[in-house]
C-alpha cells in the first residue's frame, strides 16, 4: 500500500472505530456510515477524502479493514471498535480447535494472571494463523503467541465471532484456556 492510502487507512481506522465524533459524524449500531456523508465531514475538517481513495483503500488494504455495504452506499470497520456508538450483531461461530492470539513478552504475567481482556476494544481479538499473530504482537514489542483452546471454550458455552475480514472475536479468554510456550 502506499504512503497516501495508508494515511488514510489510518484516518478511516481512527474514525471508523474509535473518535467519528471528532468529524461530527455517527456511526449506525452494526458500525455503518454514509459514504458521502463521511466525505463531507472529513472534507470540512481538513482531510481531502475522496470516493475513489476510500475504494483504493478497502480494495488494497492488507487486513481488508473496511467494509462497503453490497449497495454500494455505506462503509465501516470490520473489527477492532472501541467506540461506544457501535454495537455489531456479528453471527456467532463455531471456531476451530486452536486460534492463535500474538501478544508481546511484556504482557505475559499479566495474562498469566488475568487472562485475556479485551481492554479498551469491544473484544480479545484472535487469529487462526501463527504467522498474522506474530505481526499483532510485533505492534506492542518482542512478540509472543498463545495457543488458545476455543473449541474447548466453545463447548463450555463461550460464544465466538468471526468478522467480515477473518479476526475472530470473543468477550474475554479465561488463563485456563491459554497455552503459554
Ligand atoms: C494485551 C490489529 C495485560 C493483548 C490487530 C494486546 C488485531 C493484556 C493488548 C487488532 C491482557 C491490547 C487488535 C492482560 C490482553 N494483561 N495485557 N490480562 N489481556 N492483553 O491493540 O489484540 O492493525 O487492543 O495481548 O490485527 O493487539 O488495528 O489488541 O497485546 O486484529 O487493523 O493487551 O488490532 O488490527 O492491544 O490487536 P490491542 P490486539 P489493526
Redesign the pocket.
Known amino acids: 500500500m502506499n504512503k497516501q492510502l495508508d494515511k488514510i487507512s489510518k484516518f478511516l481506522?481512527y474514525i471508523l472505530r474509535h473518535q467519528p465524533e471528532t468529524i461530527g459524524i455517527t456511526l449506525d449500531s452494526d458500525g455503518w456510515i454514509n459514504i458521502d456523508n463521511l466525505i463531507m465531514q472529513a472534507n470540512q475538517h481538513g482531510k481531502p477524502l475522496t470516493r475513489k481513495l476510500i475504494e483504493q483503500v478497502v480494495k488494497t488494504n492488507d487486513?481488508k479493514?473496511f467494509t462497503i455495504s453490497d449497495d454500494g452506499l455505506k462503509i465501516r470497520a470490520a473489527?477492532?471498535h472501541s467506540t461506544q456508538q457501535v454495537k455489531i450483531s456479528y453471527i456467532e461461530q463455531m471456531p476451530p480447535e486452536i486460534l492463535y492470539?500474538?501478544?508481546?513478552t511484556r504482557?505475559i504475567d499479566?495474562?498469566k494472571k488475568?487472562?485475556?481482556?479485551a481492554?479498551?476494544?469491544h473484544y480479545?481479538?484472535l487469529s487462526g494463523d501463527e504467522k498474522t499473530a506474530k505481526k499483532?504482537?510485533e505492534?506492542?514489542g518482542k512478540p509472543v503467541v498463545l495457543k488458545v483452546n476455543t473449541l474447548q471454550m466453545y463447548q463450555q458455552g463461550f460464544k465466538f465471532y468471526l468478522a467480515d475480514n477473518g479476526?475472530w472475536l470473543t468477550n474475554a479468554v479465561p488463563n485456563t484456556f491459554l497455552i503459554f510456550d
Not at 492470539?101 to 508481546?104: D, F, I, L, R
Not at 488475568?114 to 481482556?117: A, D
Open positions: 481506522s487486513k479493514r473489527q477492532g492470539h500474538g501478544t508481546a504482557f499479566s495474562i488475568q487472562g485475556l481482556v481492554g479498551s476494544r480479545v481479538h499483532v504482537g505492534r506492542h479476526v
